[in-house]
């Protein structure tokens, strides 16, 4: 294990929702790390990405997963019990960011081995402030594993 202070940190965050797309774009460029954001749209981009497949064969194995439950097509859920059944891949820690306030789908996120549940806050200053410390615990305190 190693801790990320050393190298940049490759970040993938699986998000529908421009809006929030934009504000954790923003909370990383005025963080005091330069960690490398990659972006998907949706579950099935996501496993693209993960499993280098379908135009996206040369992109880095993320050291983290930034996860909305609520995406097209392959739904975020989906996207995390693939994750963590695959025996590479389950290593990467799987941070869960949704609007979903529901009991239901914290316990089930955390069944499926989510590393963290987080709801996302309404108000953007709140919701940068959120995805900086999330980035300043995950990059700068965790020992994540080496790829």
Known sequence: MTTMNAKLAEILLVEDNEGDIELT???????????????VEDGDQAL????????KEG????DIVLL?????????????????????LKRIPVIVM?????????MESYDL???CYIVKPVSAKKFIDVVQHVENFWVDVVCLPVK
């Open 25 to 39: 774009r923003e909370a990383f460029e005025d963080a005091k790390f330069r960690n490398k954001l990659y972006v």
């Open 48 to 55: 693209d990405y993960l499993y280098k497949r379908n135009g």
């Open 59 to 62: 992109f880095a194995t993320p």
């Open 68 to 88: 909305d439950l609520n995406l097209p097509g392959t739904n975020g859920r989906e996207v995390l019990e693939i994750i963590k059944s695959d025996p590479v």
């Open 98 to 106: 949704t609007s979903s306030k529901a009991e239901k789908d914290i």
């Open 113 to 115: 081995h989510a590393n």
